[in-house]
């Protein structure tokens, strides 16, 4: 009997900004989460109250993706900017029509551990598939099981609109072969529970390196960087934007700094001493991370603050000494106010600079982004504890400095202090206009 309770998407449908817009490759895979491969009561036990086929849902993102800001909920039709055109997600309601309501578990098994649809034809990437397949047997089923409860939706998505040769589907075969290694998650017995929990987590349904690891010219991830940062695409007021994943290893340019409570509060919170959410991560917190349990969100902190420091190269020189004069006087006059003349900030003016992951990502796209149009908060609180943060809201500059003034203010940032970071440029900032 379908599930009329089930509103997943209408209880915390995260919009990035006032207006509706594209989403992205990245959009599509940034959530965290699903259970660890260990005995099902382990699974079970730290699942809570909630249904755990709908827990499995938050933890594995699907409501961002597959849930248009205008459409039925889990019905697909999500336009995902990739560098080779637009990808639409997929109707995963069990509609038999349009959705997955024909599917046996065998063919859902097939699709989130192969990227394989019931005809034989290769699902793209989009789809991370490559990270699903560390999926366990039982988490495959507790998730069919809640999808086919749920009141179907007839809804057709729009057709993807790639570019040749990109749009024909049996390259995904050659693909598959350069870059996909299907098999489980096997628990390392040298690690505690806890730890492979948390790999588990990370790894697998969460596919966090999916949007924080750089890729190769094909889509690939490069795995010798993993969890380095990535880029990907979304758009703003229909403007097309490159963003930017931060560090998530150990390096002083990524989560160095933060603590396990730093990174718990912020997956469940929106915030942590050391940052807030804003942008694309709106809808990881709200539709995603927001929704799991203590128990899940520490064995993610412990994975993430055991991941050996790793940092992609900083190309080009050092900036130039006049450069990072007239940034400090921008800095001053801007930005010292809230984030404080050392760049430590406050707990009730502005977050750090310094040792910022966003400050120091490999690309500043992100950093450029929240200078011109400011904060993109989530739409609505993630958490109680939302509305008691005190620090000012990030203003837009757009207006207010010129491009030349953003790229300097933002190359002194990255580099005063203690951080190094490579300069930011006229072009990038005029990119992101």
Not at 78 to 107: K, Q
Not at 176 to 187: A, C, S, V
Request: hydrophobic share 35%; charged share 20%.
């Amino acid at each position: 009997m379908p599930n009329a309770s089930f509103q997943p998407a209408r209880e915390k449908k995260a919009v990035i900004w006032s207006t509706g817009r594209r989403r992205t490759l990245g959009g599509f895979r940034v959530a965290l989460a699903l259970m660890l491969l260990l005995p099902v009561p382990f699974a079970l036990a730290e699942r809570g109250a909630i249904d755990p086929g709908r827990y499995l849902l938050y933890t594995g993102g699907c409501i961002s993706c597959h849930t248009s800001e205008s459409g039925p909920d889990l019905a697909g039709g999500v336009p995902l900017e990739t560098p080779f055109g637009v990808l639409y997600s997929t109707n995963i309601t069990p509609d038999i029509e349009t959705g997955i309501g024909g599917w046996s578990i065998e063919d859902f098994s097939n699709a989130m551990r192969k990227g394989t649809l019931p005809d034989g034809s290769h699902l793209y990437p989009a789809f991370p598939y490559t990270s699903y397949t560390l999926m366990s047997d039982e988490d495959i089923e507790l998730l069919y099981d809640y999808l086919m409860s749920i009141p179907p939706a007839r809804s057709e998505p729009p057709v993807n609109t790639l570019r040749f040769p990109f749009n024909q589907r049996w390259l995904l075969g050659v693909w598959k072969r350069l870059f996909f290694d299907e098999g489980r998650f096997k628990p390392r017995p040298d690690k505690s529970r806890q730890w492979n929990r948390g790999a588990y987590l990370v790894e697998g349904l969460g596919h966090c390196g999916a949007c924080h690891t750089p890729r190769g010219f094909l889509g690939n991830e490069k795995q010798h960087l993993a969890m380095t940062g990535g880029t990907y695409l979304d758009e703003i007021e229909g403007n097309p934007l490159t963003w930017s994943a931060t560090n998530l290893t150990q390096a002083y340019s990524g989560l160095g700094l933060w603590s396990n409570d730093h990174i718990e509060e912020y997956l469940k919170l929106g915030f942590s001493e050391r940052a807030g959410v804003f942008g694309p991560m709106n809808r990881v917190v709200l539709n995603s991370t927001s929704h799991l349990n203590d128990a899940d969100l520490r064995a993610m902190a412990v994975y993430l603050k055991s991941l050996p420091a790793l940092e992609q190269t900083v190309l080009g020189s050092a900036p130039a000494p006049d450069v990072m004069r007239r940034g400090e006087i921008v800095y001053d006059v801007q930005c010292g106010i809230c984030h404080l003349p050392d760049g430590k900030g406050s707990n009730t003016t502005g977050p750090p600079l310094v040792g910022s992951a966003v400050t120091l990502a490999p690309d500043p796209a992100s950093l450029i982004n929240i200078t011109l149009y400011g904060a993109q908060l989530p739409s609505e609180p993630v958490s109680p504890q939302w509305q008691a943060r005190r620090w000012n809201v990030m203003e837009p500059y757009h207006e207010k400095l010129s491009d030349t003034e953003i790229a300097e203010v933002l190359t002194y940032i990255r580099n005063a202090w203690t951080n190094v970071g490579s300069e930011v440029t006229l072009e990038q900032v005029r990119r992101q206009r």
